[in-house]
C-alpha cells in the first residue's frame, strides 16, 4: 500500500533562514509527488508537484523540492523563510489510477 | 477564476441527525474529488467522480454516505446517520482533466462538521 511520511510534526525556523520540511514516500514504481499548503480555515493550495522529468521542481512563493528517488523523498525547500510561510504543509503521492495518499501535515513556524 | 466553493463552512448536528454538503467546482473542471480530513491528519479521498460519472469510491462508507455529481457539475455528499468519528473537515477538490491521478487538485474552503 502506498504511504507518505512527514516526519516532524513541527518545523520552526527564524525568517530570513533557509528552511526544510521532510517528505518520504513509499510508492511503487514511478510516482507522483505533491506539496500543498493548508491556513487556517482555509482548503489547501497547490504549491509544486513533480511527474516526470527534473529532479528539482520550483513552485510557487519561491519554495522548490527535490526527487530523490534513491531515497524516496521530495523534501520542500525555501532559500528564505518569511513568517507569511508560517502554515500546515502537507506532502501527497500517487501513482497511475491509485488516488493520493496524503502526509499527516508539518506545521511550519516562521518566527521573525 | 473563481475557486472551488463549499456550503456551508461550519456544520454542528447530533448522532444520528443526517447532513448534506454542496460543492460548485472550478468551471469546466471534469473531475470532482470529496475528501474527509480528520484533525491531525491529511485528506483522505473518499469519492472521485470524473464529469458525473462515479471513478472511484472504494473508501467511501457507503452505510451511511452517499454523493451525487449533478449534470457532471455540482455535487452533494451526504451523511445519514451520522455518528460522532465522523467528525471532521469535508473537502471537495476539482481538477481539470480527467484520468489519473497527477493532474493538480484544486480545493475548496471545506466544511468543518461537528458531531454531538
Known amino acids: 500500500a502506498q504511504s507518505v511520511a512527514q516526519p516532524e510534526d513541527q518545523v520552526n525556523v527564524a525568517e530570513g533562514n533557509p528552511l526544510t520540511v521532510k517528505c518520504t514516500y513509499s510508492?511503487?514504481?514511478?510516482?507522483?509527488l505533491f506539496w500543498y499548503v493548508q491556513y487556517p480555515n482555509r482548503g489547501l493550495q497547490f504549491l509544486l508537484k513533480?511527474?516526470?522529468?527534473?529532479?528539482l521542481v520550483k513552485g510557487s512563493y519561491g519554495f522548490e523540492a527535490e526527487f530523490n528517488k534513491s531515497q524516496t523523498s521530495f523534501h520542500l525547500k525555501k532559500p528564505s523563510a518569511l513568517v507569511s510561510d508560517s502554515a500546515l504543509y502537507f506532502c501527497?503521492?500517487?501513482?497511475?489510477?491509485?488516488?493520493?495518499?496524503f502526509g499527516k501535515g508539518t506545521r511550519l513556524s516562521v518566527i521573525a | 477564476e473563481a475557486g472551488v466553493a463549499q456550503s456551508p463552512r461550519y456544520k454542528i448536528i447530533e448522532k444520528r441527525q443526517s447532513v448534506a454538503f454542496w460543492c460548485n467546482p472550478i468551471?469546466?473542471?471534469?473531475?470532482l474529488y470529496w475528501y474527509q480530513q480528520i484533525l491531525g491528519q491529511g485528506p483522505k479521498l473518499l469519492i472521485q467522480?470524473?464529469?458525473?460519472?462515479?471513478?472511484?469510491d472504494s473508501q467511501l462508507p457507503k452505510d451511511r454516505f452517499s454523493a451525487e455529481r449533478l449534470k457532471g457539475v455540482d455535487s452533494t455528499l451526504k451523511i445519514q446517520p451520522a455518528k460522532l468519528e465522523d467528525s471532521a473537515v469535508y473537502l471537495c477538490?476539482?481538477?481539470?482533466?480527467?484520468?489519473?491521478?497527477?493532474?493538480?487538485?484544486?480545493f475548496g474552503p471545506g466544511t468543518r462538521l461537528t458531531v454531538l
Open positions: 477538490a476539482s481538477s481539470l482533466e480527467a484520468g489519473g491521478y497527477s493532474y493538480t487538485q484544486y
Open positions: 510508492v511503487s514504481g514511478n510516482p507522483y
Open positions: 513533480y511527474i516526470t522529468g527534473d529532479n
Open positions: 501527497a503521492a500517487g501513482r497511475g489510477n491509485t488516488p493520493l495518499v
Open positions: 468551471s469546466g473542471h471534469a473531475t
Open positions: 467522480f470524473q464529469n458525473n460519472g462515479v471513478v472511484d
